[in-house]
């Protein structure tokens, strides 16, 4: 009888610490299998998160683990879009023209190059952005990317400083694409360009003119009135200064404040019209702000 209790502890033992093994032998078998399509989506989920880097990683993972994959041109052009989600533009154009190259007759093409010509935006690169727009243009295609790269294409000219052309071009986006969703924006950014162009200007020749007549008059006509006061004291007190010593045959006195005071002089009269074109900046900053934000997340595609 002992010698069958003993069997039987002994059987149990051996079951307990042959149990874990068992279970890993299990869960091997039914762990989950990685699929081609199980990495796009975890790639996918990345770039969704902001993760760019790490999205671009997994994308590129697809090539290595599955080399006959079917969906090389979707690879590309997430891997694109994740580098110019991440401001990573010479990289995002290099990863749309390799989809380009590869992929011509991808539907991802024309995204390819919508894409492009905003990353070549983005760094100032404008004659290849505007052929990568006219690409789109002169396409006839019917894919959304047509009307997003001529908003694109008139934004840019205006960044250019050509108001009247990007004018032209929304307008010929009014013309295209009447019922558009974005059509209230378009025509609101139709008046802000013509609001542009009619802007009043600050003379700067005038409000250093005006400084050199009575110092701080040209802060005050450039509307600073605070540093205009102050240049009015400042070079006031040093002119009073000057004349009382001339007055006073202290010409040593009336020197040393003469002196002293020339740059204050110098520098209300440089102020004053730095003042004015300051106004300007502003003014023009203010419109080009709101014409700039009314499309952005059009243009991103969202």
């Known amino acids: 009888m002992n010698e069958i209790k003993s069997a039987i502890t002994s059987l149990s033992v051996l079951l307990v610490l042959l149990f874990p093994f068992a279970a890993n032998s299990y869960s091997e078998e039914t762990g989950?299998?990685?699929?081609?399509s199980l990495?796009?989506?975890?790639?996918?989920?990345f770039l969704a998160e902001g993760e760019y880097y790490r999205a671009i990683t997994e994308y590129k993972k697809i090539n290595i683990l599955f080399p006959g994959t079917g969906r090389g041109d979707y690879v590309l052009y997430s891997i694109g879009m994740a580098y110019l989600r991440g401001e990573e533009y010479e990289q995002a154009i290099r990863s749309f023209s390799s989809l380009m190259a590869r992929h011509s007759e991808s539907l991802y093409t024309l995204q390819a190059h919508y894409f492009t010509g905003i990353a070549s935006w983005k760094l100032k690169k404008y004659g290849n952005a505007k052929t990568e727009f006219d690409f789109l243009l002169d396409s006839n295609a019917t894919t959304e990317y047509v009307p997003r790269a001529l908003i694109a294409k008139s934004l840019m000219t205006f960044e250019q400083g050509n108001v009247a052309s990007s004018m032209i071009i929304l307008q010929r986006f009014v013309a295209l694409y009447p019922g558009h969703r974005v059509m209230p924006e378009a025509e609101a950014t139709i008046l802000l360009l013509q609001e542009y162009q009619n802007l009043p200007e600050k003379s700067e020749l005038l409000a250093g003119v005006l400084s050199a007549i009575i110092p701080g008059s040209g802060h005050?006509?450039?509307?600073?009135?605070?540093?205009?006061?102050?240049?009015?004291?400042?070079?006031?007190?040093?002119?009073?200064?000057?004349?009382?010593?001339?007055?006073?045959?202290?010409?040593l006195t009336a020197s040393l404040t003469g002196v002293v005071g020339l740059p204050f002089y110098v520098g209300n009269i440089y102020g004053a019209a730095n003042a004015a074109?300051?106004?300007?900046?502003?003014?023009?900053?203010?419109?080009?702000?709101k014409v700039s934000a009314t499309f952005q997340g059009f243009l991103s595609g969202d």
């Open 32 to 36: 989950i299998l990685l699929t081609e």
């Open 39 to 45: 990495q796009l989506r975890i790639a996918d989920a």
């Open 277 to 289: 074109k300051k106004w300007n900046e502003t003014v023009r900053d203010t419109i080009r702000n």
């Open 220 to 251: 005050i006509y450039a509307e600073r009135y605070a540093d205009g006061i102050t240049s009015f004291l400042l070079n006031a007190l040093f002119i009073a200064g000057t004349v009382f010593g001339v007055q006073q045959e202290n010409y």
